[in-house]
Nanobody
Framework: VQLQAFGGGLVQAGGSLRLSCAAS????????MGWFRQAPGEEREFVAAIRWSAGTTFYADSVKGRFTISRDNAKNMVYLQMSSLKPEDTAVYYC????????????????????WGQGTLVTVSS
């Protein structure tokens, strides 16, 4: 599975941005697609995830109510709609995919994901 994330950029605080992740290669209905982010000097942290087939979504508390993850099965695309952006949302955002089903308690762990995209930078100015 190859992943390519795009859509990052510079936006003012309070603005919106939509990230996209294109998945190619062998995908499976049991996959989980996730978005993570990493700010300079920080560890990679979970942002949101979606079960590929069921569409069940999961969010970090810090983005709940502001970010929405969605997928288009026909196009093999996953999206992260980000609204009410804050300067602390500034980071490189990565999309990731699992190779197996992941139980809910493991979905927020980077180690649960095998495939990673190259990352796209989101900068939120104050």
């Amino acid at each position: 599975v190859q992943l390519q994330a795009f859509g990052g950029g510079l936006v003012q605080a309070g603005g919106s941005l939509r990230l996209s992740c294109a998945a190619s290669g062998r995908t499976a209905s049991g996959y989980v697609m996730g978005w993570f982010r990493q700010a300079p000097g920080e560890e990679r942290e979970f942002v949101a995830a979606i079960r590929w087939s069921a569409g069940t979504t999961f969010y970090a508390d810090s983005v709940k109510g502001r970010f929405t993850i969605s997928r288009d099965n026909a196009k093999n695309m996953v999206y992260l709609q980000m609204s009410s952006l804050k300067p602390e949302d500034t980071a490189v955002y990565y999309c990731a995919a699992s190779s197996l089903r992941i139980i809910a308690s493991m979905i927020r762990l980077p180690s649960s994901y095998v495939y990673w995209g190259q990352g796209t930078l989101v900068t939120v100015s104050s």
